[in-house]
């Protein structure tokens, strides 16, 4: 996920101010059900393609959907010019963190995989620290405790160690998201550092040729012997088009119109959704204690990420 500073323009009539929140709560909640939806066509489409060819069609196909948009729009040239960067960027914002979520997804349930992805604000924030030296204060302090140890609650029980057994391929699917979660952390902080004030649709587009050319060798090394479904290409060309090429526009319109602040909330819509989605459509138990580990997950990330903070360390920074 990466983000961009762009002008805007307020029209000096109110009624389009006064349509504004709306707007941008429709695009909130549209994000969150196409993002949430991505783990439900991943599982579907890696059952039949694997991991690295499931990724490697998600990416190709969101390139071939955003690439046509943006010379539309006139940003051939921007994307000539920072070609280098958001190639890189795109290994990190999507090659890599699709990969490990579909190999997640081959073990462990759609849900668990969203809980875990609402951990990468938290990566951001450790990254952030390392690469910008931007040191969390108090309150993201004890955010970021708070959320890795949801975390490591939930690790432990999916993994079954609480048990005294040990699920490896289970803790290996935990390991898996997790990884990828540091490879969105890495891109946010690549992002802001090689491509502050690029347009939002070329680093979204060269962010998808990228990882297109970074998964295309393995992903024909180990294409399936066997010709997938067409139930499993239909998910694929979901996942490519709706969960990728257009809530990436959803997303950057997001932080357009609302500021990078509320477009970071969806984190909290992903995991809802997606519980949602496997339970009524590949009949996926929801535990208590994943609500339970979700919930604290959830209270880390907002403190972590400055949503929320505490009243008494509000009150002592002022």
Same mark, same amino acid.
């Given at each position: 996920?990466?983000?961009?500073?762009?002008?805007?323009?307020?029209?000096?009539?109110?009624?389009?101010?006064?349509?504004?929140?709306?707007?941008?709560?429709?695009?909130?909640?549209?994000?969150?059900?196409?993002?949430?939806?991505?783990?439900?066509?991943?599982?579907?489409?890696?059952?039949?393609?694997?991991?690295?060819?499931?990724?490697?069609?998600?990416?190709?196909?969101?390139?071939?959907?955003?690439?046509?948009?943006?010379?539309?729009?006139?940003?051939?040239?921007?994307?000539?010019?920072?070609?280098?960067?958001?190639?890189?960027?795109?290994?990190?914002?999507?090659?890599?963190?699709?990969?490990?979520?579909?190999?997640?997804?081959?073990?462990?349930?759609?849900?668990?995989?969203?809980?875990?992805?609402?951990?990468?604000?938290?990566?951001?924030?450790?990254?952030?620290?390392?690469?910008?030296?931007?040191?969390?204060?108090?309150?993201?302090? &004890?955010?970021?405790?708070?959320?890795?140890?949801?975390?490591?609650?939930?690790?432990?029980?999916?993994?079954?160690?609480?048990?005294?057994?040990?699920?490896?391929?289970?803790?290996?699917?935990? #390991?898996?998201?997790?990884?990828?979660?540091?490879?969105?952390?890495?891109?946010?902080?690549?992002?802001?550092?090689?491509?502050?004030?690029?347009?939002?649709?070329?680093?979204?587009?060269?962010?998808?040729?990228?990882?297109?050319?970074? #998964?295309?060798?393995?992903?024909?090394?180990?294409?399936?012997?066997?010709?997938?479904?067409?139930?499993?290409?239909?998910?694929?060309?979901?996942?490519?088009?709706?969960?990728?090429?257009?809530?990436?526009?959803?997303?950057?319109?997001?932080?357009?119109?609302?500021?990078?602040?509320?477009?970071?909330?969806?984190?909290?819509?992903?995991?809802?959704?997606?519980?949602?989605?496997?339970?009524?459509?590949?009949?996926?138990?929801?535990?208590?204690?994943?609500?339970?580990?979700?919930? &604290?997950?959830?209270?880390?990330?907002?403190?972590?990420?400055?949503?929320?903070?505490?009243?008494?360390?509000?009150?002592?920074?002022?």
């Amino acid at each position: 996920m990466t983000t961009t500073n762009n002008n805007t323009h307020v029209a000096p009539s109110p009624a389009p101010a006064a349509l504004a929140p709306k707007a941008w709560l429709i695009d909130l909640v549209l994000l969150g059900a196409l993002w949430g939806a991505s783990f439900l066509f991943m599982r579907i489409g890696a059952a039949e393609f694997g991991a690295l060819p499931t990724a490697a069609v998600r990416v190709a196909i969101a390139a071939l959907f955003l690439l046509p948009i943006a010379l539309l729009r006139g940003q051939g040239p921007s994307i000539a010019q920072h070609w280098k960067a958001s190639l890189t960027v795109g290994i990190f914002n999507s090659g890599m963190p699709f990969a490990l979520f579909c190999f997640a997804l081959l073990t462990i349930n759609t849900g668990l995989a969203a809980v875990l992805n609402a951990t990468t604000p938290m990566f951001g924030a450790l990254v952030a620290w390392a690469w910008f030296r931007e040191r969390p204060n108090g309150s993201r302090l &004890v955010g970021l405790v708070i959320g890795f140890a949801g975390v490591a609650m939930l690790a432990s029980r999916s993994a079954g160690l609480h048990a005294g057994a040990s699920n490896h391929a289970a803790l290996w699917a935990v #390991l898996a998201c997790l990884a990828a979660c540091l490879c969105y952390g890495i891109s946010a902080s690549a992002t802001r550092r090689y491509l502050a004030g690029v347009p939002a649709l070329t680093t979204a587009t060269g962010s998808q040729i990228g990882a297109s050319l970074f #998964l295309v060798l393995p992903a024909i090394w180990l294409w399936p012997a066997q010709m997938p479904s067409l139930r499993a290409w239909l998910a694929l060309l979901a996942l490519g088009i709706a969960c990728t090429g257009v809530a990436y526009i959803l997303f950057f319109r997001l932080i357009e119109r609302a500021g990078p602040a509320r477009a970071l909330t969806v984190t909290f819509l992903v995991p809802v959704f997606a519980l949602f989605y496997g339970a009524v459509f590949l009949g996926e138990q929801i535990t208590q204690w994943m609500l339970i580990c979700a919930f &604290v997950i959830v209270c880390g990330v907002a403190l972590s990420t400055g949503i929320v903070k505490l009243p008494s360390l509000r009150k002592a920074a002022s």
